[in-house]
Protein backbone atom coordinates (compact mmCIF):
# COMPACT_ATOMS: atom_id res chain seq x y z
CA UNK A 1 0.00 0.00 0.00
CA UNK A 2 0.90 3.41 -0.82
CA UNK A 3 2.03 5.77 1.98
CA UNK A 4 0.06 8.59 1.17
CA UNK A 5 -2.92 6.17 0.83
CA UNK A 6 -2.51 4.09 3.77
CA UNK A 7 -2.15 7.49 5.97
CA UNK A 8 -5.98 8.13 4.73
CA UNK A 9 -6.85 5.09 5.47
CA UNK A 10 -5.60 5.40 8.71
CA UNK A 11 -7.04 8.82 9.76
CA UNK A 12 -10.67 7.71 8.69
CA UNK A 13 -11.88 10.17 6.01
CA UNK A 14 -15.26 9.32 5.96
CA UNK A 15 -15.90 10.04 9.86
CA UNK A 16 -13.89 13.08 9.68
CA UNK A 17 -16.23 14.23 6.54
CA UNK A 18 -18.98 13.25 8.93
CA UNK A 19 -17.79 16.13 11.61
CA UNK A 20 -17.30 18.50 9.40
CA UNK A 21 -20.57 18.13 7.95
CA UNK A 22 -21.91 17.98 11.90
CA UNK A 23 -20.00 21.33 12.83
CA UNK A 24 -21.52 23.02 9.58
CA UNK A 25 -25.09 21.86 9.83
CA UNK A 26 -25.02 22.77 13.44
CA UNK A 27 -23.51 26.33 12.30
CA UNK A 28 -26.24 26.54 9.11
CA UNK A 29 -29.70 24.49 10.58
CA UNK A 30 -29.25 25.54 14.35
CA UNK A 31 -26.92 28.50 14.94
CA UNK A 32 -27.19 30.64 12.11
CA UNK A 33 -31.36 30.75 12.18
CA UNK A 34 -31.45 30.88 15.92
CA UNK A 35 -29.40 34.24 15.63
CA UNK A 36 -31.61 35.90 12.51
CA UNK A 37 -34.61 35.19 14.46
CA UNK A 38 -33.67 36.12 17.81
CA UNK A 39 -32.58 39.29 16.16
CA UNK A 40 -35.72 39.81 14.57
CA UNK A 41 -37.53 39.33 17.45
CA UNK A 42 -35.57 42.04 19.62
CA UNK A 43 -36.03 44.57 16.76
CA UNK A 44 -39.67 43.68 16.37
CA UNK A 45 -39.76 44.51 20.38
CA UNK A 46 -38.54 47.96 19.89
CA UNK A 47 -35.55 46.60 21.57
CA UNK A 48 -31.97 45.50 20.94
CA UNK A 49 -30.24 42.29 20.84
CA UNK A 50 -26.43 41.84 21.19
CA UNK A 51 -25.22 38.49 19.90
CA UNK A 52 -21.49 38.25 19.32
CA UNK A 53 -21.33 36.37 16.10
CA UNK A 54 -18.09 34.17 14.96
CA UNK A 55 -16.57 34.56 11.35
CA UNK A 56 -16.34 32.86 8.52
CA UNK A 57 -12.79 31.93 8.95
CA UNK A 58 -12.87 31.25 12.39
CA UNK A 59 -15.84 29.11 11.93
CA UNK A 60 -13.48 27.25 9.44
CA UNK A 61 -10.77 26.77 11.74
CA UNK A 62 -12.77 25.79 14.90
CA UNK A 63 -13.95 22.75 12.54
CA UNK A 64 -10.93 22.04 11.80
CA UNK A 65 -9.72 21.75 15.17
CA UNK A 66 -12.04 18.70 15.72
CA UNK A 67 -10.79 17.51 12.38
CA UNK A 68 -7.19 17.04 13.23
CA UNK A 69 -7.98 16.13 16.76
CA UNK A 70 -10.25 12.99 14.93
CA UNK A 71 -7.93 11.80 12.76
CA UNK A 72 -4.67 12.05 14.90
CA UNK A 73 -6.79 10.53 17.47
CA UNK A 74 -7.52 7.54 14.64
CA UNK A 75 -4.06 7.20 13.82
CA UNK A 76 -2.70 6.72 17.41
CA UNK A 77 -5.62 4.21 17.59
CA UNK A 78 -4.35 2.30 14.97
CA UNK A 79 -0.89 2.57 16.13
CA UNK A 80 -1.12 1.11 19.63
CA UNK A 81 -3.84 -1.70 18.11
CA UNK A 82 -1.33 -3.21 14.91
CA UNK A 83 -1.12 -6.10 16.88
CA UNK A 84 -5.16 -6.22 17.80
CA UNK A 85 -6.22 -5.88 14.41
CA UNK A 86 -4.31 -8.68 12.82
CA UNK A 87 -6.66 -10.92 14.31
CA UNK A 88 -9.75 -8.53 14.38
CA UNK A 89 -9.09 -6.41 11.47
CA UNK A 90 -6.23 -7.88 9.43
CA UNK A 91 -7.77 -6.57 6.33
CA UNK A 92 -7.48 -2.71 7.42
CA UNK A 93 -4.28 -2.20 8.90
CA UNK A 94 -2.42 0.09 7.47
CA UNK A 95 0.47 0.63 9.87
CA UNK A 96 3.77 -1.08 8.68
CA UNK A 97 1.74 -1.66 5.76
CA UNK A 98 2.47 1.09 4.22
CA UNK A 99 2.46 3.89 6.90
CA UNK A 100 5.50 3.35 9.10
CA UNK A 101 5.27 3.66 12.83
CA UNK A 102 7.37 7.07 13.60
CA UNK A 103 6.12 8.81 10.84
CA UNK A 104 2.54 7.76 12.11
CA UNK A 105 3.63 9.20 15.57
CA UNK A 106 5.00 12.09 14.13
CA UNK A 107 1.61 12.32 11.92
CA UNK A 108 -0.50 12.08 15.23
CA UNK A 109 1.97 14.80 17.21
CA UNK A 110 1.76 17.33 14.37
CA UNK A 111 -1.86 16.89 13.98
CA UNK A 112 -2.57 17.42 17.60
CA UNK A 113 -0.21 20.50 18.17
CA UNK A 114 -1.91 21.88 14.93
CA UNK A 115 -5.27 21.55 16.06
CA UNK A 116 -4.02 22.73 20.09
CA UNK A 117 -2.85 25.67 18.45
CA UNK A 118 -5.32 27.04 16.41
CA UNK A 119 -7.58 26.50 20.10
CA UNK A 120 -5.18 28.49 21.81
CA UNK A 121 -5.57 31.53 19.17
CA UNK A 122 -9.43 30.85 18.91
CA UNK A 123 -9.60 30.93 22.80
CA UNK A 124 -7.37 34.30 22.77
CA UNK A 125 -9.20 36.19 19.25
CA UNK A 126 -12.79 35.26 20.63
CA UNK A 127 -12.01 35.66 24.46
CA UNK A 128 -13.77 31.94 24.82
CA UNK A 129 -11.25 29.74 26.52
CA UNK A 130 -13.22 26.80 26.33
CA UNK A 131 -11.63 26.83 22.86
CA UNK A 132 -8.10 26.69 24.28
CA UNK A 133 -8.14 24.09 27.12
CA UNK A 134 -11.00 21.89 25.22
CA UNK A 135 -8.30 20.72 22.46
CA UNK A 136 -5.82 19.75 25.49
CA UNK A 137 -8.20 17.69 26.60
CA UNK A 138 -9.80 15.71 23.43
CA UNK A 139 -5.76 15.04 22.24
CA UNK A 140 -4.84 13.71 25.99
CA UNK A 141 -8.10 11.66 26.78
CA UNK A 142 -7.44 9.56 23.06
CA UNK A 143 -3.98 9.61 24.09
CA UNK A 144 -5.25 7.54 27.48
CA UNK A 145 -8.07 6.02 25.25
CA UNK A 146 -5.79 4.18 22.83
CA UNK A 147 -2.91 3.34 25.45
CA UNK A 148 -4.77 2.09 28.02
CA UNK A 149 -8.56 3.49 28.48
CA UNK A 150 -9.95 0.90 25.74
CA UNK A 151 -8.93 -2.11 27.48
CA UNK A 152 -10.80 -1.30 30.62
CA UNK A 153 -14.62 -2.11 31.60
CA UNK A 154 -16.97 0.77 29.56
CA UNK A 155 -14.04 3.62 30.59
CA UNK A 156 -13.12 3.70 27.45
CA UNK A 157 -16.52 3.49 25.72
CA UNK A 158 -17.74 6.39 27.92
CA UNK A 159 -15.06 8.49 26.95
CA UNK A 160 -15.11 7.89 23.25
CA UNK A 161 -18.89 9.03 23.57
CA UNK A 162 -17.97 11.86 25.46
CA UNK A 163 -15.77 13.15 22.99
CA UNK A 164 -18.17 12.44 19.98
CA UNK A 165 -20.86 14.36 22.09
CA UNK A 166 -18.56 17.59 22.30
CA UNK A 167 -19.13 18.49 18.08
CA UNK A 168 -22.16 19.81 18.18
CA UNK A 169 -21.57 22.00 21.79
CA UNK A 170 -18.05 22.70 19.87
CA UNK A 171 -20.01 23.96 16.91
CA UNK A 172 -22.72 26.33 19.41
CA UNK A 173 -20.44 26.67 22.35
CA UNK A 174 -19.93 30.54 21.65
CA UNK A 175 -23.41 31.29 21.20
CA UNK A 176 -24.82 28.60 23.82
CA UNK A 177 -22.94 30.37 27.21
CA UNK A 178 -22.94 34.45 25.90
CA UNK A 179 -25.81 36.22 28.16
CA UNK A 180 -28.27 37.89 25.44
CA UNK A 181 -27.56 41.69 26.50
CA UNK A 182 -30.96 43.59 25.68
CA UNK A 183 -31.31 47.22 26.13
CA UNK A 184 -34.01 49.16 27.96
CA UNK A 185 -37.35 49.88 25.88
CA UNK A 186 -38.26 45.89 25.49
CA UNK A 187 -41.33 45.19 25.68
CA UNK A 188 -43.64 42.34 27.06
CA UNK A 189 -41.53 39.94 24.26
CA UNK A 190 -38.44 40.29 26.21
CA UNK A 191 -39.35 36.87 28.18
CA UNK A 192 -40.00 35.20 24.70
CA UNK A 193 -36.60 36.02 23.79
CA UNK A 194 -35.18 34.04 26.54
CA UNK A 195 -37.47 31.38 26.15
CA UNK A 196 -36.37 31.06 22.52
CA UNK A 197 -32.87 31.46 23.93
CA UNK A 198 -33.66 28.32 26.03
CA UNK A 199 -35.49 26.08 23.25
CA UNK A 200 -32.25 26.62 20.75
CA UNK A 201 -30.40 25.58 23.90
CA UNK A 202 -32.33 22.49 24.61
CA UNK A 203 -31.85 21.84 20.66
CA UNK A 204 -28.52 21.20 20.95
CA UNK A 205 -28.85 19.54 24.46
CA UNK A 206 -30.42 17.08 22.54
CA UNK A 207 -28.45 16.61 19.68
CA UNK A 208 -25.77 16.47 22.41
CA UNK A 209 -27.10 13.38 24.56
CA UNK A 210 -28.30 11.97 21.10
CA UNK A 211 -24.53 12.06 20.11
CA UNK A 212 -23.52 10.24 23.48
CA UNK A 213 -26.13 7.72 24.07
CA UNK A 214 -25.96 6.36 20.24
CA UNK A 215 -22.18 6.51 20.48
CA UNK A 216 -21.76 4.25 23.47
CA UNK A 217 -24.35 1.73 22.33
CA UNK A 218 -21.86 1.78 19.16
CA UNK A 219 -19.12 1.81 20.80
CA UNK A 220 -20.21 -1.42 23.30
CA UNK A 221 -21.44 -3.32 19.83
CA UNK A 222 -17.65 -2.60 18.16
CA UNK A 223 -16.08 -4.23 21.12
CA UNK A 224 -18.61 -7.18 20.98
CA UNK A 225 -17.70 -7.65 17.38
CA UNK A 226 -13.75 -7.22 18.32
CA UNK A 227 -13.69 -10.05 21.09
CA UNK A 228 -11.59 -12.41 19.85
CA UNK A 229 -8.55 -10.40 19.27
CA UNK A 230 -9.03 -7.97 22.37
CA UNK A 231 -9.37 -11.70 24.42
CA UNK A 232 -6.16 -12.43 23.42
CA UNK A 233 -4.40 -9.81 24.17
CA UNK A 234 -6.21 -9.57 27.86
CA UNK A 235 -8.72 -6.62 27.39
CA UNK A 236 -11.21 -6.38 29.85
CA UNK A 237 -14.47 -4.73 27.81
CA UNK A 238 -17.71 -5.55 28.89
CA UNK A 239 -17.77 -8.63 26.27
CA UNK A 240 -15.35 -10.07 27.55
CA UNK A 241 -15.90 -9.97 30.78
CA UNK A 242 -19.88 -10.35 30.55
CA UNK A 243 -20.05 -12.64 27.51
CA UNK A 244 -21.55 -12.03 24.13
CA UNK A 245 -25.28 -13.05 25.28
CA UNK A 246 -25.14 -10.70 28.85
CA UNK A 247 -24.06 -7.68 26.33
CA UNK A 248 -26.68 -8.49 23.64
CA UNK A 249 -29.41 -8.28 26.64
CA UNK A 250 -28.05 -4.90 28.17
CA UNK A 251 -27.77 -3.54 24.89
CA UNK A 252 -31.51 -4.15 24.03
CA UNK A 253 -33.05 -3.23 27.54
CA UNK A 254 -31.18 0.08 27.48
CA UNK A 255 -31.36 0.75 23.76
CA UNK A 256 -35.16 -0.31 23.95
CA UNK A 257 -35.50 2.08 26.49
CA UNK A 258 -33.82 4.86 24.51
CA UNK A 259 -36.36 3.52 21.85
CA UNK A 260 -39.01 4.57 23.58
CA UNK A 261 -37.63 8.10 24.31
CA UNK A 262 -37.17 8.98 20.71
CA UNK A 263 -41.07 7.92 19.80
CA UNK A 264 -41.71 10.29 23.13
CA UNK A 265 -39.82 12.92 20.92
CA UNK A 266 -41.49 12.06 17.88
CA UNK A 267 -44.79 12.61 19.26
CA UNK A 268 -43.48 15.68 20.86
CA UNK A 269 -42.68 17.19 17.48
CA UNK A 270 -46.16 15.89 15.76
CA UNK A 271 -48.26 17.28 17.79
CA UNK A 272 -46.54 20.31 19.28
CA UNK A 273 -44.91 21.85 15.77
CA UNK A 274 -45.06 20.28 12.48
CA UNK A 275 -46.55 17.15 12.06
CA UNK A 276 -44.81 16.08 8.96
CA UNK A 277 -41.33 16.81 10.28
CA UNK A 278 -42.31 14.88 13.53
CA UNK A 279 -43.06 11.85 11.47
CA UNK A 280 -39.88 12.61 8.88
CA UNK A 281 -38.12 12.18 12.49
CA UNK A 282 -39.46 8.73 12.87
CA UNK A 283 -38.78 7.72 9.79
CA UNK A 284 -34.68 8.91 9.62
CA UNK A 285 -33.89 9.19 13.44
CA UNK A 286 -36.08 6.69 15.10
CA UNK A 287 -36.68 3.43 12.73
CA UNK A 288 -32.81 3.05 11.93
CA UNK A 289 -32.62 2.88 16.12
CA UNK A 290 -35.34 0.41 16.25
CA UNK A 291 -33.53 -1.87 13.30
CA UNK A 292 -30.31 -1.16 15.15
CA UNK A 293 -32.40 -3.09 18.49
CA UNK A 294 -33.78 -4.93 16.33
CA UNK A 295 -30.28 -6.65 15.66
CA UNK A 296 -29.86 -7.73 18.43
CA UNK A 297 -33.03 -9.67 19.05
CA UNK A 298 -31.85 -13.49 18.31
CA UNK A 299 -30.69 -15.10 21.95
CA UNK A 300 -28.10 -17.41 19.82
CA UNK A 301 -26.24 -13.69 18.92
CA UNK A 302 -23.30 -13.91 17.28
CA UNK A 303 -20.77 -11.32 15.79
CA UNK A 304 -22.33 -10.77 12.35
CA UNK A 305 -25.88 -9.36 14.90
CA UNK A 306 -23.15 -6.67 16.41
CA UNK A 307 -22.01 -5.66 13.35
CA UNK A 308 -25.60 -4.93 12.23
CA UNK A 309 -26.46 -3.02 14.96
CA UNK A 310 -23.29 -0.88 14.91
CA UNK A 311 -23.87 -0.09 11.35
CA UNK A 312 -27.71 0.74 12.50
CA UNK A 313 -26.55 2.93 14.84
CA UNK A 314 -24.32 4.63 12.45
CA UNK A 315 -27.05 5.67 9.95
CA UNK A 316 -29.62 7.02 13.21
CA UNK A 317 -26.60 9.53 14.12
CA UNK A 318 -26.69 9.98 9.99
CA UNK A 319 -30.52 10.69 10.21
CA UNK A 320 -30.34 13.09 13.02
CA UNK A 321 -27.72 15.13 10.84
CA UNK A 322 -30.14 15.17 8.18
CA UNK A 323 -32.99 16.36 10.35
CA UNK A 324 -30.95 19.28 11.52
CA UNK A 325 -31.90 20.56 7.54
CA UNK A 326 -35.89 21.39 9.21
CA UNK A 327 -34.41 23.07 13.33
CA UNK A 328 -34.94 25.97 11.56
CA UNK A 329 -39.05 25.39 10.90
CA UNK A 330 -38.93 24.22 13.95
CA UNK A 331 -37.52 27.33 15.54
CA UNK A 332 -40.18 29.25 13.27
CA UNK A 333 -43.20 27.04 14.63
CA UNK A 334 -41.68 27.85 18.04
CA UNK A 335 -42.44 31.63 17.51
CA UNK A 336 -45.68 31.30 15.55
CA UNK A 337 -46.73 29.22 18.75
CA UNK A 338 -46.71 32.76 20.77
CA UNK A 339 -48.03 35.00 17.83
CA UNK A 340 -51.47 32.55 17.46
Known amino acids: MKPILAFLKTTRPVNLLIIAVTMYAMKCCVKDPFILLALELSSKSGGG ?56 MAAHHTLNGIAVLIGLYLGWVEQIWFYAFTPVFIAGALWLYSFYLKKTFLL ?18 GIITQ ?67 RTRRVLLVSMSLWFLILLKITHYITTEYIAIWGVLFGIIVAVPFLL ?30 IFSAFIPELMGSFLYQYFK
Not at 156 to 163: K, Q, R
Not at 307 to 321: D, E, I
Open 156 to 173: GNVLVALVVSIVPIWATY
Open 179 to 245: PLITTAGINENSSLISDFYIFFALIVLAYTIQAYIISLFREIAKDAEDIKGDKAFGYKTLPILWGWN
Open 49 to 104: LAISYMSKGHFFLLTLVMVFLAASGNIINDYFDVKVDRINKPNRITIDRGLKRRVA
Open 292 to 321: SVWSLRESDIKKAHFTRASFWLKVTLGGGL
